[in-house]
């Protein structure tokens, strides 16, 4: 899985107590911040209010099912992605839950992998995953901003140190652009550091 830009939030709800406790486990393992439901009438409500990205529904559950639980969701939030999944999958289902902008509906017992990979391509579409050189670019910026600071150096006292412009650093620490390694030299060089030490914990 790539990582994750802010805590990602879930909201799984399935009245079969044992499912919810095996995902939240298997979620929180991925860094991921979990609640789970078992009362499916009690789903909308707390979408309302949660501020999740993702919600995993069950499609079987008394009182009401996935697809009721789903249209009341989407009355409350049409933006959060919603994955069904069922031990009882229909084509009827299926597509009562695309019409409700479902982004998959998967099958019980599911694939963790697979499941790995719908939570991926979710947050990716919401904007909500780096990929690993995007991370390190990041990773780098904040290192240099923090060293600057560190040093009583202004962008302006960089610029002249290290002959890089004030508008290429400022990219470099916002992570807006990736540092060559002649400039990332040039900036240890200024800072005193080791260039390794601009990398932070990768």
Known sequence: MSKAVSPIRVLVVDDDREICDYMETFLAKDGIQVK??????AAADEVKNGGYH?????????????????????????????????????????VQSMKLDA????????DPEEFREVVDRVMRKKGLLRSPEENLHRVIGETVRNLRKDANLTLKQMARRTSLSVSLLSQIERAESSASISSLYKIAVALDVKIQDLFGDY
């Open 36 to 41: 789970t439901i078992s009362d499916p009438e």
């Open 103 to 110: 982004v998959d509906y998967l099958r019980k017992p599911f």
């Open 54 to 94: 993702l919600v995993v529904l069950d499609l079987m559950m008394p009182k009401l099912d996935g697809v009721g639980v789903l249209s009341r969701i989407r009355k409350v939030d049409s933006d959060v992605a919603v994955v069904i999944f069922t031990g009882y999958p229909t084509l009827e289902t299926a």
